[in-house]
């Protein structure tokens, strides 16, 4: 069954990095377009980036220039570099594919603070 894992979340301080993962299995990850979203106490969840099977990447305007996708097919696995790190980025990241239905991983927690 297709699963989505995230990792690398945790509490960073503002101006900081953290890379975040997403393992995925289950289908054929190299085939389809990945994408993160994150989503705020009382917040919509929101698309943040977004990679194409082809790799062509789209990237909301909050983030651009700070964060990067990118993927890795022989590991099945898509990443979230972000860089510049400011508390509004404070939310809960998802990973998630489409294949008919949307498939959600179960999130990890970004907390930026000082």
């Known amino acids: 069954q297709v699963q989505l894992v995230e990792s690398g979340g945790g509490l960073v301080q503002p101006g900081g990095s953290l890379r975040l993962s997403c393992a995925a299995s289950?289908?054929?990850?190299?085939?389809?377009?990945m994408s993160w979203h994150r989503q705020s106490p009382g917040k919509e969840r929101d698309l943040v980036a977004s990679?194409?099977?082809?790799?062509?990447?789209y990237y909301a305007d909050s983030v651009k220039g700070r964060f990067t996708i990118s993927r890795d097919n022989a590991k099945n696995t898509v990443y979230l570099q972000m860089n510049s790190l400011k508390p509004e980025d404070t939310a809960v990241y998802f990973c998630?594919?489409?294949?008919?239905?949307?498939?959600w991983g179960q999130g990890t927690q970004v907390t930026v603070s000082s």
């Open positions: 998630k594919f489409r294949r008919t239905v949307d498939y």
């Open positions: 990679i194409s099977s082809g790799g062509s990447t």
């Open positions: 289950g289908f054929t990850f190299k085939s389809y377009g």
